[in-house]
């Protein structure tokens, strides 16, 4: 089905073959497909999801992972943080994505196919967005406490080799959920955002989404 710009408009105008947005040369030269209206919005949501979810990790020790424990046991804790961190990363992506293909605004101009592309494309550029400005947070949080506390370094007691070894897969580990996390939240932000899309065309309400404890009565 072909998307119709102003659900409004009836009678000759809506059934027109050239519609006024492909009417109009100039329309054309000067938008563009994708709007940053719904990509910021996206984003947005999805940096306050991450930074609340961490938060809570954070609190609940989720979040917080050491190889080693204090008194030099080995600790499986790194492993369920990188579980988390996965798990953060996929549903704050894909509430970006539904929310920047739920809020496009739909052109007459476009196939079916096409428009899950661009509703797809905008659920990404969200993820992107919200990525970068997450890294950018979490680079200046690091460098700000590397600074702290580059005087105050103190020496533990030698590790075994078993030890370190474990010390080093953590960053292994780590690193993967992350890269693993943004893989996936790419893919969530995706698909999300075609299904916003489709609820947008369909007109689908947003109960569907919204869990019934929280919808207005």
Sequence with gaps: MAENLNPNITGQSAASPNPPHLANPSYLANSSYLEWGPVWAGAIVAVAISTILLQFGASTGLAVGDAIRPDNTLSYNFI?????????????????????????????????????????????????????????????????????????????????????????????????????????????????SVTGGKHRNDGTSHHVVVPSPLRRK
Excluded: C
């Design 80 to 192: 369920v943080a990188g579980l988390w961190i996965l798990l953060v990363s996929v549903s704050a992506s894909a509430a970006a994505g539904y929310i920047s293909g739920r809020m496009r605004m739909k052109l007459n101009d476009a196939a079916p196919d096409e428009v899950e592309f661009r509703d797809g494309i905008h659920g990404v550029t969200s993820w992107g967005l919200a990525t970068v400005i997450v890294a950018m947070a979490t680079a200046l949080t690091a460098a700000v406490a590397s600074s702290l506390t580059a005087a105050d370094v103190s020496t533990g007691p030698e590790l075994s080799g078993e030890m370190q070894n474990w010390a080093a897969n953590q960053t292994v580990i780590m690193g993967f959920a992350t890269a693993a996390g943004s893989a996936l939240g790419a893919a969530a932000a995706w698909f999300a």
